[in-house]
């Protein structure tokens, strides 16, 4: 039997698979236990490979803690043990996809996990309960078919998202898909965006008066414009940035009101320079790109921003692309054409009320398949690329409502594809409505999650889908977003939600209960215009009486015509509070337990299985990385020798020192490139003849000896390769490796006693400097 | 020789109207407690809002259980997810074993009121590994002798039908019909 890797070998792009293969080998290197788990944890989460809930070990039964007895010891991350499930996150580029990706997913999904994708509230699909031994070989499958799970997670920039509807739009100014795409592809990887304190979000709008980019929520947003320059016509962008939800959720603020279109990676490139050399990076909780914006000022950080654009070295990819924007089209599977409405199924009339979109192209739609709580079965998704193929073609996407869309749908075939669709158990109505509701996994798997988001929101996604079907729901109830996070972090979006909820806990009578702080007048349009006014808490168990009170109040006392988030503006928050107060009592324990555990988990309520979240990562330095590579291709120069492939062997042993030349170097000059004359000189002058590598202080790895091993391989560019050679250039460049790992930890230790004398308020530029 | 670990076994139960699904998170939630089945039980994973779907989970580490409805047919299911010793056909025997015996639990558990009636004539088998046992008639041809060895165990000689998934997208599945019903402690004691 062949394995994945051997059976995938010439479906994975080159450098994909080879980016698995070094994955693969560093968790060899972990079993062994030759990487520690802060370096192995940020490493795993940067293939999307994160940590799940009761993954320490632990967990509380209801009863008491109970370690749960893995077969080993061995962690994969801090306080992380090797054997506990964990998740997946796979990046989908402004959420496309098509039929093959959606059966490969099926697969992956049935095979490594549950059976159930998850479409994220950013684009994304995760998998849970995944073992880490699986990961390497979902990885390649996923490579196969053009997925990359790299930057999902961990100190990166997450998946680009962009509106579901892109390039159907009826109200974009155009189509924002190819340059969401081109952004995703230039910055993943990119040697700018390797060394960030904190993860960095980047979403594409077609429009600014639309929900679909949201990118007000956003670190960096894009919103497509056109405008007229000298007469002539220009695409570009209005660009905003510092956006972010999280505990404290921050507006984005406009940066450029037209930056035009050839300006746009170079741009984020910028930005992610100077967040990464400024960003705060041992304080977790303020190392997102809104805190440094907020303390350097808007003016302040945007002059530094275009003082690096300027000094960036051209890249030809920043324009290339633009060339395929104007060729850059979707096929659809079938030709246009109109629906005859005369007696439709009433079942239909009111599937495509709420789940078809009228596209800009005349004779097709958009079809959303709504996804309780944004999930699909591995047979359904396999199913549904079938229906796919045979609808639309390459034309599917995630959206972050956590729904699918099918986009090209010939309108005829609406009634057709709405049978098969019920044939799929995914025909459900209500898309974008009250009982689409949306949330992040809380507590059932994620380890900073408070309360049961996806149980409550189960509940109440079956109770108004009841109600739905009895007519009992008012449209301009019906009309109401409700969203959902299981702590403050904000996965769920609930701030913006025209009611939104996090989960807390409160303590009553020496128990503890399940709450959820309720937020109320968000708004999804606008991108994301505004944030709901935090009101008061609500024990978990009573939200749904207190979901019917406020929208029977919105009912009977709004003005005509007025929306709830007026009508939250209004009454005001004294009001507001009143009503969350009239249902935040707790009866005793004794009068009524039910209140003391969660929705759709009995256990009695505790906080205790919270852990530390692998949401920010772990801040490794790029120099790390580089190490790291730099060992796994001396490893690599190893198994060449073995295999008597010594002119190999001798390569690989120089580009491993090479690797790690370049790391050093990259501390003090980040553009370096790739250039191995550039590389030697820049060592040999910066740590070479300065005597820094030689130094006695700098460890007993450190001789000078060592740096010459380095400087003499390069020199000796034209030299016969003999196994005797290979074998001593590849013990030369471990000794090497260790020297400048040696330094590196002496200069780390130097700063850190450097920066313990630097007095607090000292300006951060200065200090980062 | 073929090497399967994934693979997963499951055995139909009888329809039982207006059972609310639901009502497994507590048993399974309790199961954990007492370590009730021989697996590392980590935790519930409730999928009831997905129609014809997994239903609620019961989280192992070798494994994971199900009171599943995909296809609008409910069972209990037990699939393997780590790497199992032995031969095939007792490999089989095990998966079968584990899948019985929280079938059995769900049958006598008393919240559950006996809405869980698994009759033990109607079983799919499942491979969960496209590399290992992709869905040919090759690799069914070669899984067939140890999927037969261990069926004749299972029902005790008596004759039974194969009925083979016919779409090549699918795992590789087989539909056992048995000719009669067995108590599930019979058949738990035969592949033990």
Same mark, same amino acid.
């Given at each position: 039997?062949?394995?994945?890797?051997?059976?995938?070998?010439?479906?994975?792009?080159?450098?994909?698979?080879?980016?698995?293969?070094?994955?693969?080998?560093?968790?060899?290197?972990?079993?062994?236990?030759?990487?520690?788990?802060?370096?192995?944890?940020?490493?795993?989460?940067?293939?999307?490979?994160?940590?799940?809930?009761?993954?320490?070990?632990?967990?509380?039964?209801?009863?008491?803690?109970?370690?749960?007895?893995?077969?080993?010891?061995?962690?994969?991350?801090?306080?992380?043990?090797?054997?506990?499930?964990?998740?997946?996150?796979?990046?989908?580029?402004?959420?496309?996809?098509?039929?093959?990706?959606?059966?490969?997913?099926?697969?992956?999904?049935? #095979?490594?996990?549950?059976?159930?994708?998850?479409?994220?509230?950013?684009?994304?699909?995760?998998?849970?309960?995944?073992?880490?031994?699986?990961?390497?070989?979902?990885?390649?499958?996923?490579?196969?078919?053009?997925?990359?799970?790299?930057?999902?997670?961990?100190?990166?920039?997450?998946?680009?998202?962009?509106?579901?509807?892109?390039?159907?739009?009826?109200?974009?100014?155009?189509?924002?898909?190819?340059?969401?795409?081109?952004?995703?592809?230039?910055?993943? *990887?990119?040697?700018?965006? %390797?060394?960030?304190?904190?993860?960095?979000?980047?979403?594409?709008?077609?429009?600014?008066?639309?929900?679909?980019?949201?990118?007000?929520?956003?670190?960096?947003?894009?919103?497509?414009?056109?405008?007229?320059?000298?007469?002539?016509?220009?695409?570009?962008? %209005?660009?905003?940035?510092?956006?972010?939800?999280?505990?404290?959720?921050?507006?984005?603020?406009?940066?450029?009101?037209?930056?035009?279109?050839?300006?746009?990676?170079?741009?984020?490139?910028?930005?992610?320079?100077?967040?990464?050399?400024?960003?705060?990076?041992?304080?977790?909780?303020?190392?997102?790109?809104?805190?440094?914006?907020?303390?350097?000022?808007?003016?302040?950080?945007?002059?530094?921003?275009?003082?690096?654009?300027?000094?960036?070295?051209?890249?030809?990819?920043?324009?290339?692309?633009?060339?395929?924007?104007?060729?850059?089209?979707?096929?659809?599977?079938?030709?246009?054409?109109?629906?005859?409405?005369?007696?439709?199924?009433?079942?239909?009339?009111?599937?495509?009320?709420?789940?078809?979109?009228? +596209?800009?192209?005349?004779?097709?739609?958009?079809?959303?398949?709504?996804?309780?709580? !944004?999930?699909?079965?591995?047979?359904?998704?396999?199913?549904?690329?079938?229906?796919?193929?045979?609808?639309?073609?390459?034309?599917?996407?995630?959206?972050?409502? +956590?729904?699918?869309?099918?986009?090209?749908?010939?309108?005829?075939?609406?009634?057709?594809?709405?049978?098969?669709?019920?044939?799929?158990?995914?025909?459900?109505?209500?898309?974008?409505?009250?009982?689409?509701?949306?949330?992040?996994?809380?507590?059932?798997?994620?380890?900073?999650?408070?309360?049961?988001?996806?149980?409550?929101?189960?509940?109440?996604?079956?109770?108004?889908?009841?109600?739905?079907?009895?007519?009992?729901?008012?449209?301009?109830?019906?009309?109401?977003?409700?969203?959902?996070?299981?702590?403050?972090? =904000?996965?769920?979006?609930?701030?913006?939600?025209?009611?939104?909820?996090?989960? &807390?806990?409160?303590?009553?009578?020496?128990?503890?209960?399940?709450?959820?702080?309720?937020? @109320?007048?968000?708004?999804?349009?606008?991108?994301?215009?505004?944030?709901?006014?935090?009101? !008061?808490?609500?024990?978990?168990?009573?939200?749904?009486?207190?979901?019917?009170?406020?929208?029977?109040?919105?009912?009977?006392?709004?003005?005509?015509?007025?929306?709830?988030?007026?009508?939250?503006?209004?009454?005001?928050?004294?009001?507001?509070?009143?009503?969350?107060?009239?249902?935040?009592?707790?009866?005793?324990?004794?009068?009524?337990?039910?209140?003391?555990?969660?929705?759709?988990?009995?256990?009695?309520?505790?906080?205790?299985?919270?852990?530390?979240?692998?949401?920010?990562?772990?801040?490794?330095?790029?120099?790390?990385?580089?190490?790291?590579?730099?060992?796994?291709?001396?490893?690599?120069? +190893?198994?060449?020798?073995?295999?008597?492939?010594?002119?190999?062997?001798?390569?690989?042993?120089? +580009? =491993?020192?090479?690797?790690?030349?370049? *790391?050093?170097?990259?501390?003090?000059?980040?553009?370096?490139?790739?250039?191995?004359?550039?590389? &030697?000189?820049?060592?040999?002058?910066?740590?070479?003849?300065?005597?820094?590598?030689?130094?006695?202080?700098?460890? %007993?790895?450190?001789?000078?000896?060592?740096?010459?091993?380095?400087?003499?391989?390069?020199?000796?560019?034209?030299?016969?390769?003999?196994?005797?050679?290979?074998?001593?250039?590849?013990?030369?460049?471990?000794?090497?490796?260790?020297?400048?790992?040696?330094?590196?930890?002496? @200069?780390?230790?130097?700063?850190?006693?450097?920066?313990?004398?630097?007095?607090?308020?000292?300006?951060?530029?200065?200090?980062?400097? | @020789?073929?090497?399967?670990?994934?693979?997963?076994?499951?055995?139909?139960?009888?329809?039982?109207?207006?059972?609310?699904?639901?009502?497994?998170?507590?048993?399974?939630?309790?199961?954990?407690?007492?370590?009730?089945?021989?697996?590392?039980?980590?935790?519930?994973?409730?999928?009831?809002?997905?129609?014809?779907?997994?239903?609620?989970?019961?989280?192992?580490?070798?494994?994971?259980?199900?009171?599943?409805?995909?296809?609008?047919?409910?069972?209990?299911?037990?699939?393997?997810?780590?790497?199992?010793?032995?031969?095939?056909?007792?490999?089989?025997?095990?998966?079968?074993?584990?899948?019985?015996?929280?079938?059995?639990?769900?049958?006598?558990?008393?919240?559950?009121?006996?809405?869980?009636?698994?009759?033990?004539?109607?079983?799919?088998?499942?491979?969960?590994?496209?590399?290992?046992?992709?869905?040919?008639?090759?690799?069914?041809?070669?899984?067939?002798?140890?999927?037969?060895?261990?069926?004749?165990?299972?029902?005790?000689?008596?004759?039974?039908?194969?009925?083979?998934?016919?779409?090549?997208? #699918?795992?590789? =599945?087989?539909?056992?019909?048995?000719?009669?019903?067995?108590?599930?402690?019979?058949?738990?004691?035969?592949?033990?």
């Amino acid at each position: 039997m062949a394995s994945w890797r051997e059976h995938l070998a010439e479906q994975m792009p080159a450098e994909l698979a080879r980016e698995i293969d070094v994955y693969e080998g560093q968790l060899e290197l972990k079993k062994q236990g030759k990487i520690e788990d802060k370096l192995f944890g940020e490493a795993r989460l940067r293939r999307g490979a994160y940590g799940q809930r009761y993954d320490n070990g632990q967990r509380h039964d209801g009863i008491s803690h109970r370690s749960l007895p893995f077969p080993t010891a061995a962690t994969k991350g801090t306080e992380t043990v090797w054997d506990a499930p964990g998740m997946q996150r796979i990046k989908i580029p402004f959420g496309g996809l098509n039929p093959q990706q959606m059966e490969l997913l099926a697969d992956v999904a049935e #095979e490594y996990s549950d059976a159930i994708c998850h479409i994220t509230t950013r684009q994304d699909v995760q998998l849970h309960y995944v073992h880490i031994e699986d990961t390497p070989d979902l990885m390649r499958r996923l490579a196969a078919v053009g997925i990359t799970t790299r930057e999902a997670c961990g100190n990166s920039v997450r998946n680009v998202t962009a509106c579901s509807i892109a390039g159907v739009c009826r109200c974009e100014a155009f189509d924002t898909t190819p340059y969401a795409k081109a952004m995703a592809y230039h910055l993943l *990887g990119h040697p700018d965006t %390797q060394d960030m304190g904190r993860k960095f979000k980047v979403a594409f709008s077609g429009c600014n008066t639309s929900s679909c980019g949201l990118t007000n929520i956003h670190d960096l947003g894009f919103i497509a414009k056109t405008w007229q320059s000298n007469g002539i016509p220009r695409r570009g962008f %209005q660009v905003t940035i510092g956006g972010g939800l999280g505990a404290v959720p921050y507006d984005a603020q406009l940066f450029d009101a037209t930056v035009p279109e050839e300006e746009i990676l170079p741009l984020a490139q910028a930005t992610c320079r100077v967040f990464a050399r400024l960003g705060e990076k041992r304080n977790r909780g303020r190392a997102r790109l809104k805190f440094l914006i907020e303390k350097l000022g808007l003016e302040e950080f945007r002059r530094l921003v275009l003082e690096e654009r300027k000094i960036l070295p051209p890249d030809p990819r920043w324009t290339d692309y633009l060339k395929d924007v104007e060729r850059y089209h979707e096929r659809p599977a079938k030709p246009s054409s109109s629906l005859n409405r005369a007696n439709l199924d009433p079942k239909l009339e009111a599937w495509r009320a709420t789940n078809v979109y009228q +596209q800009r192209q005349a004779g097709y739609v958009v079809a959303t398949i709504t996804l309780p709580l !944004g999930d699909i079965t591995s047979w359904q998704l396999r199913q549904l690329a079938n229906v796919a193929r045979r609808y639309v073609g390459d034309n599917v996407r995630t959206t972050v409502e +956590q729904n699918l869309v099918l986009r090209w749908v010939s309108e005829a075939d609406v009634p057709e594809l709405f049978t098969e669709l019920e044939r799929l158990d995914l025909a459900l109505g209500g898309a974008g409505k009250i009982e689409d509701v949306v949330s992040c996994p809380g507590t059932d798997t994620c380890k900073l999650g408070i309360a049961a988001s996806r149980g409550l929101a189960a509940e109440l996604h079956e109770q108004f889908v009841e109600r739905q079907k009895q007519g009992a729901i008012d449209p301009a109830v019906r009309d109401l977003h409700i969203k959902m996070s299981g702590c403050f972090n =904000s996965c769920g979006q609930h701030h913006l939600a025209d009611i939104g909820f996090y989960g &807390v806990s409160r303590k009553v009578g020496g128990a503890t209960v399940p709450h959820f702080r309720v937020l @109320m007048g968000g708004e999804w349009e606008n991108n994301g215009a505004t944030y709901g006014l935090t009101i !008061g808490a609500v024990p978990s168990k009573r939200i749904p009486e207190f979901i019917d009170h406020v929208t029977q109040s919105y009912l009977s006392q709004r003005h005509p015509g007025e929306r709830f988030k007026d009508f939250v503006g209004r009454i005001g928050k004294k009001a507001l509070k009143e009503m969350v107060d009239a249902f935040s009592s707790v009866p005793s324990y004794a009068l009524d337990r039910t209140l003391y555990s969660d929705w759709r988990d009995p256990r009695e309520f505790t906080i205790s299985d919270i852990t530390t979240g692998e949401c920010a990562g772990e801040v490794v330095p790029q120099i790390e990385f580089d190490l790291q590579a730099a060992e796994q291709r001396n490893f690599e120069a +190893q198994v060449y020798l073995e295999q008597n492939e010594t002119q190999k062997a001798d390569e690989a042993a120089y +580009q =491993s020192m090479l690797i790690a030349a370049k *790391g050093l170097v990259r501390t003090q000059l980040w553009d370096l490139g790739d250039d191995p004359d550039r590389i &030697v000189a820049e060592f040999k002058t910066r740590f070479y003849d300065t005597q820094l590598f030689q130094s006695p202080e700098a460890g %007993q790895y450190a001789g000078g000896k060592f740096a010459l091993f380095l400087l003499n391989r390069h020199a000796d560019s034209g030299r016969a390769f003999t196994p005797e050679k290979a074998r001593h250039l590849v013990e030369e460049a471990q000794l090497f490796i260790e020297a400048v790992y040696a330094y590196y930890q002496r @200069m780390s230790e130097q700063q850190a006693k450097a920066r313990a004398k630097v007095k607090p308020g000292t300006p951060v530029a200065e200090a980062a400097v | @020789m073929m090497d399967l670990s994934k693979f997963g076994i499951k055995f139909f139960a009888a329809d039982a109207d207006g059972f609310d699904i639901l009502k497994l998170i507590p048993v399974y939630h309790r199961w954990i407690q007492q370590g009730a089945l021989q697996d590392l039980l980590i935790d519930v994973a409730d999928y009831s809002h997905v129609p014809a779907g997994p239903g609620v989970m019961l989280i192992a580490h070798e494994g994971n259980y199900a009171l599943d409805e995909t296809g609008h047919e409910r069972g209990v299911v037990y699939y393997s997810k780590r790497r199992l010793s032995g031969g095939l056909s007792d490999r089989f025997c095990l998966v079968a074993s584990k899948a019985l015996r929280a079938a059995q639990l769900m049958s006598e558990d008393a919240e559950l009121d006996g809405a869980v009636n698994v009759l033990g004539d109607h079983l799919e088998f499942f491979a969960n590994d496209r590399l290992a046992v992709p869905n040919t008639d090759a690799a069914y041809a070669e899984l067939e002798p140890a999927l037969k060895t261990f069926l004749d165990k299972l029902y005790a000689g008596a004759p039974y039908t194969l009925t083979r998934e016919t779409d090549a997208k #699918e795992r590789l =599945s087989v539909r056992v019909k048995a000719a009669s019903p067995a108590p599930l402690e019979t058949l738990f004691e035969r592949v033990t």
